[in-house]
């Protein structure tokens, strides 16, 4: 079982990127999927999750709508999509995989991580 986080890299102010994480060993499916983000000295954050049957999305604050998250459960990967990125959204991103969940916004919640891409928002 493994999730592969990749699309990380530099980015300008106001530019975009999109993030992907796709699984091996198991179906995405059946699992809620999410994002989180993290920086040195600070605990994980949330940023987007989308339920197991993909008809909820939920997004923190500091990122909804200009973050989307998707996925495509044919070829077993979840994007999130980052536009307006700012220099604050400077971060480890995680991917995380959640039996028939919802989208928590709780890294408890979440069985199975991947093992995080850089995503560095600079002039």
């Known amino acids: 079982v493994q999730l592969q986080a990749s699309g990380g890299g530099l980015v300008q102010p106001g530019g975009s990127l999109r993030l992907s994480c796709a699984a091996s060993?198991?179906?995405?499916?059946?699992?809620?999927m999410g994002w989180f983000r993290q920086t040195p000295g600070k605990e994980r954050e949330f940023a987007a999750a989308?339920?197991?049957?993909?008809?909820?999305?939920n997004y923190a604050d500091s990122v909804k709508g200009r973050f989307t998250i998707s996925r495509d459960n044919a070829k077993n990967t979840v994007y999130l999509q980052m536009n307006s990125l700012k220099p604050v959204d400077t971060a480890v991103y995680y991917c995380?995989?959640?039996?028939?969940?919802?989208?928590?916004?709780?890294?408890?919640?979440?069985?199975?991580w991947g093992q995080g891409t850089l995503v560095t928002v600079s002039s």
């Open positions: 989308t339920g197991w049957n993909s008809g909820s999305t």
């Open positions: 995380a995989a959640d039996f028939l969940g919802t989208g928590s916004v709780s890294a408890h919640d979440y069985e199975f």
């Open positions: 060993g198991f179906g995405l499916n059946s699992y809620a």
